[in-house]
């Protein structure tokens, strides 16, 4: 609870310092020819997940690349990549962690009234493998279990991107992201916080 209420804290404090940065035309002026402006980024962070995934796995890190293109006034296209490892809290046999693979699609809102933060939303896939070694025996019936093979699950994602420092075409700041797939029969939720640095090709 303390971490989580530190990473409130960290976010608040960056939104604060995003709304008062000076807003650069290139920020807050938006061009409605679609790929006008393009974008490539890099992130890391870390993953947290929530209700049922706080009982199965740990908190874990990831790494991604990004890119963001002008759309229309107002709005950006959005792509993201990302891969992390989970590791399982209880032992389950065989079964030493999980890779995921998270690719994003979707588009950012940059309102005015906050400028230069921006409002994200769009659609997630994610592919998953569990890391295990099985001795010959097919023993994956418990939890997990269905990880052994390649798996691919859908969803949707909703993120605050927070840009703390601009510099000529180099811009760095914070993401954070709420994931939600539709894997049935319960939904999984995750909240990721990041920082990226991106740079605009042209």
């Not at 980024?41 to 929530?50: A, L, R, V």
């Not at 199965?56 to 950006?76: K, P, Q, S």
């Not at 079964?95 to 998270?102: F, I, N």
């Not at 097919?138 to 279990?145: K, L, Q, S």
């Amino acid at each position: 609870m303390a971490k989580m209420k530190a990473l409130i804290l960290l976010v608040l404090s960056f939104a604060a310092c995003a709304l008062a940065q000076s807003e650069s035309g290139e920020i807050v002026a938006a061009d409605s020819v679609a790929f006008s402006k393009f974008y490539v980024s890099i992130e890391g962070g870390e993953k947290y997940p929530f209700g049922d995934l706080v009982d199965a796995v740990d908190n874990t890190l990831y790494v991604g690349i990004g890119a963001r293109y002008a759309y229309w006034e107002d709005f950006d296209g959005i792509i993201l990549f990302q891969y992390s490892y989970f590791e399982p809290h209880d032992k389950i046999p065989h079964v030493y962690g999980v890779h995921e693979a998270s690719g994003k699609l979707g588009l950012d809102y940059r309102w005015r009234l906050i400028s230069p933060i921006a409002l994200g939303a769009g659609f997630i896939c994610n592919w998953t493998r569990a890391d295990f070694n099985d001795d010959g025996r097919p023993e994956f019936d418990t939890r997990g279990g269905t990880l052994t093979d390649n798996e691919t699950e859908f969803g949707w994602f909703a993120r605050l991107n927070l840009p703390i420092f601009t510099m000529d075409n180099y811009r760095a700041g914070l993401n954070v992201l709420w994931e939600q797939l539709w894997t049935l029969p319960e939904r999984s939720n995750m909240l990721s916080v990041g920082l990226y640095i991106e740079r605009r090709l042209w």
